[in-house]
């Protein structure tokens, strides 16, 4: 058991270090598709490798005009396969030009509204460009099957919305690798690309926190040199906004992430960079004060 000193001293976190989550925030990629937007906040810290590939792939443009490729009702939904390309003979699909594969980096379990890399079976460093959003909580299969399948990010906000829309959508068997491709407006006659699920933009925000479904997760400097992933939930908004830490979200980071929280402990005070609140607006310079070191609850005193 940890005993907790009431005073504002670094141990009010130090003794979480080996709690253990997949909470933190890093980059997030919002993707504008025709069913609507949604967002994926990436996990930079915990899988560099898979994030960076992932990266590599939407700065490449090769998910701008890509599709949904693969639909499996209550299970996932998976794009980065294809995309659609103009051609003498007018639009068509063309697979994405890929990357080498990458090595696996299985950490975080398949949970429902996880995304994850695609990969050929039997060989778990496999993965390329083809990813995949867990309808549901698919960690008894997918995280034992081929070294595990690396989740390196998850749907924040209300794009579960758009996900589930998708993965409700009828399904078409156009050959090969797209044998289940979710279509839009068909009645079982000839399908053209204005059918299919496409992704028109990816944009890519760098936030130091995230505020999504009442919890606000990012990476913060308690001051010995170490960092944290840690997930404060909103606990009350009148007459002020008070945040309470998560216990079981601590998770002691491998190292510290450039964009990242600072607590204070001197004054209690904890200072957060940037959050994104939803798809298109960033706060900055949220501070908060710790106003109870037992349950740990922070006041939100100002943001800009």
Not at 120 to 128: E, V
Not at 148 to 163: L, S
Not at 165 to 181: C, D, E, V
Request: proline fraction near 4%; glycine fraction near 8%.
């Amino acid at each position: 058991m940890c005993l907790i000193p009431t005073s504002y001293k670094t141990t009010l976190f130090a003794c979480l270090f080996f709690l253990a989550n997949n909470t933190q925030a890093n980059s997030i990629a919002c993707f504008n598709t025709n069913m609507g937007q949604f967002c994926i906040e990436l996990f930079e810290t915990q899988t560099p490798l898979t994030t960076a590939n992932f990266l590599n792939y939407i700065n490449s443009d090769a998910y701008t005009n890509g599709i949904f490729h693969r639909s499996v009702r209550d299970f996932v939904v998976q794009g980065g396969g294809f995309k659609i390309i103009d051609s003498v003979d007018g639009k068509k699909l063309s697979p994405v030009n890929t990357f080498t594969p990458i090595t696996n980096e299985f950490k975080i379990s398949n949970t429902r509204g996880t995304v994850a890399m695609a990969k050929l079976s039997g060989n778990p460093n496999s993965a390329t460009s083809q990813w995949f959003v867990n309808l549901a909580d698919n960690s008894l299969n997918l995280d034992n099957q081929n070294g595990g399948f690396t989740v390196f990010g998850r749907v924040i906000f209300d794009g579960m919305e758009v996900i589930d829309a998708i993965g409700k959508l009828p399904i078409a068997n156009l050959g090969g690798s797209l044998a289940a491709t979710p279509t839009i407006g068909t009645s079982g006659s000839s399908i053209s690309t204005d059918n299919l699920v496409q992704i028109t933009q990816v944009e890519v925000t760098d936030a130091t926190g995230v505020f999504s479904e009442s919890a606000l997760t990012f990476a913060v400097d308690i001051g010995t040199g170490e960092a944290l992933a840690v997930k404060l939930l909103l606990i009350g908004d009148k007459p002020a906004y008070v945040f309470e830490l998560d216990p079981a979200s601590v998770t002691s980071l491998p190292s510290n992430p450039v964009n990242i929280a600072t607590f204070s402990s001197e004054n209690g005070q904890l200072h957060i960079p940037s959050v994104m609140i939803n798809a298109s607006t960033v706060v900055k310079n949220v501070k908060m004060q710790l106003n109870d070191a037992n349950s740990f609850q922070f006041t939100l005193l100002s943001y800009e």
